[in-house]
């Protein structure tokens, strides 16, 4: 049985799917599993195709199982699927998926790095408006290119999810994590509040912690650039114009210029990275883009 919450579709142009992608690539972290692969698109006469992403809840493995054997057809039927997987949960979860679908796995934690990946391929496919949302900065930034003609290279990578995790992503190269948090508010006590009270609160304490954190980080690494990723922020307008505001706030008083961009699709970026990636028993590379990981 199907219990995918969460769906959304993708088109990308002719010419732009990557070679020796893997079949399935999954992301699975602390909360939510999420899957990507590729299909042919449903409209006859073109050889555009669909970039389908699902999610799932992290611990239900039958469920994301069973889609994969429902939905995600082999290309090639002298060779079995191949999944490419990614996160903490991976790791967990990879014999049990071995076992039940009879695949070869790759399973590795380094989803930022694929998350770099994949911005890296949907940036040169998509225009703007499909990969940002509209909060973000986009001041001399070059779109339908590669990352390292962007403009927005060097930049930190921020994934908020289940916790706060910030890479640097460099023209060669992805650091190891820079700092880790769990994305945690504050508390109010010694006078009653309303529940929507306590819950702005917690909100606005929050994205504060985060904006400082991120302004930080970013001033330390000496970048311009904050890319923000993970499903806490992407899916919620109110957080994405706090913490864009808080920034202009650390920028103004501070007087280094940190600018903001908020990436569409956002929780799905580990798990299109590893698609992308490939399943490689040694090593998961990246040969056909210029952003190397």
């Known amino acids: 049985m199907e219990n995918a919450f969460s769906r959304h579709t993708l088109r ?8 020796d992608h893997a079949d399935v690539g999954l992301d699975v972290g602390g909360t939510l599993a999420k899957l990507a692969y590729f299909s042919p698109a449903t409209e006859a006469g073109t050889d555009d195709f669909e970039l389908r992403l699902v999610t799932f809840d992290a611990g239900d493995i039958d469920g994301y199982l069973s889609y994969i054997k429902q939905h995600v057809d082999r290309p090639d039927i002298a060779r079995p ?9 991976s790791l967990k979860y990879k014999e049990a998926i071995h076992n039940a679908l009879h695949v070869p796995v790759t399973a590795d934690d380094r989803e ?3 998350a ?11 225009p703007p408006d499909q990969i ?3 909060d973000s900065d986009t001041t001399g930034l070059t779109f339908e290119t590669s990352l390292e003609l962007s403009g927005l290279l ?3 990578l921020v994934n908020l999810g289940s916790a706060m995790t910030i890479v640097k992503v460099d023209y060669d190269k992805v650091s190891k994590s820079l700092t880790k948090a769990v994305v945690v508010g504050g508390s109010a006590q010694g006078r009653q509040f309303s529940e929507q009270d306590v819950a702005s609160s917690l909100l606005f304490s929050t994205t504060d912690h985060l904006a400082q954190t991120t302004y930080l980080v970013a001033r330390l690494s000496r970048v311009q650039h904050a890319v923000f990723c993970g499903f806490f922020a992407g899916q919620n307008g109110v957080i994405r114009r706090q913490l864009r505001d808080k920034l202009a706030q650390c920028c103004y008083f501070l007087k280094d210029e940190v600018r903001p961009v908020f990436v569409k699709n ?3 970026l580990g798990a299109i990275g590893a698609l992308v990636a490939g399943v490689n028993p040694t090593e998961l590379g990246l040969p056909n883009s210029d952003l190397n990981v």
């Open 116 to 126: 770099a990946r994949a911005l890296d391929v949907l940036w040169q496919c998509l």
């Open 154 to 156: 060097p930049c930190i």
């Open 81 to 89: 699927l191949t999944m490419a997987a990614t996160g903490v949960g």
């Open 132 to 134: 940002l949302y509209p």
């Open 266 to 268: 956002e929780g799905y």
């Open 12 to 19: 990308l142009p002719a010419g732009s799917l990557p070679p």
């Open 112 to 114: 930022l790095e694929h």
